[in-house]
């Protein structure tokens, strides 16, 4: 039997990407990186396989580069990368869906471009 | 009598056609796939080879493997049986030229990171398995 208790709410995990992002203190992007974060949170557990891999590849690049593991023109380069292999898969979703599928990644990826400066 | 046998033939006849095209569609596309992975190993043989952080550029060694590469490229898209997968093909291509122009610019400037070549490597696995339709 359920409890009838006050209902448990599940802990949310603060990511290292969510860690660093807290970190950046430019109020001239807030709304940018909210933005970011809301559409990142949405790819992340979207359905469909390739949304949900782009958007895991992209935080772990944007970690890599605020550990200065890559730098910004390799970042550059790997969301360049992200958009050529996207660009066949949006096309090929259904027109009702290609607008969806866009928001999560393509404009995901641009956003990441302006976060990105503001993460070094 | 005789027209049910002359279109029982044509019926068998067609079946044995069919059955013999999708034989060659099926070994074609097999030979199709064995060229993709090959084109694979290589771009990955070419990572491993040019991007090691600490060695020094050997602009020489470089571009001899860049034209192997463009010579390769090429012949397999010249080769593509089926026209639809022409595109695909260009595509890895087009993924091959942005891999190497990012590779000099970083490793004649010593600027090769043990992540950067591993990520590379990840982005190319994931455009080959995407082109084999996995």
């Known amino acids: 039997m359920p409890s009838a208790g006050k209902p448990k709410r599940k802990k949310h995990k603060k990511s290292e990407l969510d860690s660093a992002l807290g970190q950046i203190s430019d109020e001239s992007i ?15 557990g979207d359905t469909s396989e390739l949304i949900r891999q782009n958007a895991e590849e992209l935080e772990r690049r944007l970690v890599l580069l605020k550990k200065r593991k890559i730098d910004k023109e390799d970042f ?15 096309d090929s979703q259904p ?21 990105a400066i503001a993460l070094i | 009598m005789n027209s049910k046998l ?8 067609a079946a044995a056609i069919f059955i013999a ?13 064995a060229t993709i992975e090959s ?22 060694a470089f571009n001899a493997k860049v034209n192997e590469g463009n010579a390769k490229f090429q012949q397999a898209i010249a080769d593509e049986k089926f026209t639809a997968r022409r595109p695909v093909l260009v595509n890895l291509k087009g993924q091959f030229d942005a891999d190497a122009a990012h590779l000099q610019s970083k490793a004649s400037r010593g600027k090769i990171t043990p992540a950067l070549a591993t990520e590379m490597k990840n ?5 080959y398995d995407h082109a084999l339709g996995r």
Do not use: M, Y
């Open chain 2, 21 to 33: 095209s999708c034989g060659t569609a099926t070994f074609t596309k097999t030979g199709s796939d």
């Open chain 1, 30 to 44: 807030a709304a940018t990186k909210e933005e970011f974060q809301d559409l990142l949170s949405q790819a992340k």
């Open chain 1, 95 to 115: 027109a009702q869906q290609q607008e969806r599928a866009e928001k999560l990644t393509l404009r995901v990826l641009e956003i990441a471009a302006k976060v």
């Open chain 2, 123 to 127: 982005d190319v696995n994931k455009t």
């Open chain 2, 6 to 13: 002359v279109s029982r033939n044509v019926l068998l006849f």
């Open chain 2, 39 to 60: 084109l694979r190993n290589f771009e990955l043989a070419f990572i491993d080879q040019f991007a090691v952080p600490g060695k020094k550029f050997n602009a020489a």
């Open chain 1, 76 to 90: 550059d380069f790997f969301v360049e990368n992200q958009k050529r292999d996207l660009r066949v898969f949006i």
